[in-house]
């Protein structure tokens, strides 16, 4: 809640007005402060390293009771080799030419997940073929389709997606420049399907990101000329594919049957120390 904040701080004074509540956010503080402070707590699971971090600043809680557990990720549903299935279809679908090399976003709230950013390193990246593909919802997409046509971007904005794998299937790169996220699944997915993802440091995924290895990170997500020159760093295919089969190893040591398994665990181990007979 507290990066919430910090986000909003970055916005215009309107869009602060209309979305900051003072007596909601004194009442979500309250909330966790008690929660963390006055209930008996025997676990917590954080998504990050980050976000545990900021438990143990913020809370006197113990460190040996917060434990980080990453998403998890179906590698299955989410495989490189879904590529050859979805990739020529939903190019032509959304007007996209075979040569193109498509850069992928998917979330909503545009502003937090940076699309501006990426269409202004799109334009400065300066490769005739890139197409930026932004997968989500977002009230101003209007304004985000006009930023395009000025900076002379070709973009397509796909609107929500029921199946965000085939994206992926159809994707070369995945750009992830979001301000803040606690984790960030939509990367952890991209990495399952074998791309190369450009992944802001100020998300939680970027702890499983070895830069130039298994991704590229992102030290600054409102930077849109660090963002063009990480774009640059792969526009090799043959570095692409490297980096892709990097990153597909990585989510298989991040499936969503280990995320449950960890998690059942420690309900058990917790159910053990109260002397419950289990779950």
């Not at 490769?127 to 930023?147: C, F, P, S, Y």
């Not at 904005?157 to 979001?178: I, K, M, N, T, Y």
């Not at 043959?238 to 980096?243: L, M, P, T």
């Amino acid at each position: 809640f507290e990066d919430y904040l910090a986000y909003l701080r970055t916005a215009s004074p309107w869009r602060r007005l209309v979305t900051y509540r003072p007596l909601l956010a004194f009442a979500i503080r309250h909330i966790e402060r008690r929660r963390f402070r006055k209930a008996p707590l025997p676990r917590v699971l954080a998504m990050s390293r980050g976000t545990r971090d900021q438990i143990l600043r913020r809370h006197a809680f113990p460190p040996e009771q917060a434990e980080i557990l990453h998403g998890g990720v179906d590698t299955a549903e989410f495989h490189p080799a879904h590529r050859l299935e979805a990739r020529d279809g939903l190019r032509r679908r959304y007007d996209t030419p075979d040569g193109a090399l498509v850069l992928l976003m998917v979330g909503n709230d545009y502003r937090r997940k940076g699309v501006g950013c990426a269409i202004e390193a799109v334009a400065r990246a300066g490769h005739r073929d890139l197409i930026l593909w932004v997968a989500g919802h977002d009230r101003k997409v209007a304004r985000h389709e006009a930023l395009a046509r000025r900076r002379g971007v070709a973009a397509r904005f796909l609107g929500p997606q029921a199946r965000p794998a085939e994206c992926l299937a159809a994707a070369d790169v995945f750009l992830f420049p979001s301000r803040f996220d606690a984790f960030g699944n939509a990367a952890l997915e991209a990495l399952a399907a074998g791309l190369p993802a450009i992944v802001s440091a100020r998300a939680g995924v970027s702890e499983l990101i070895r830069d130039g290895v298994n991704g590229l990170l992102l030290e600054d997500p409102e930077d849109p000329g660090e963002l063009a020159r990480r774009i640059g760093d792969v526009l090799d295919p043959a570095r692409r594919e490297e980096i892709g089969k990097r990153a597909r190893a990585t989510a298989e040591e991040h499936t969503l049957e280990r995320h449950f398994t960890r998690l059942f665990e420690v309900y058990r181990e917790i159910a053990g120390t109260r002397g419950d007979r289990g779950i």
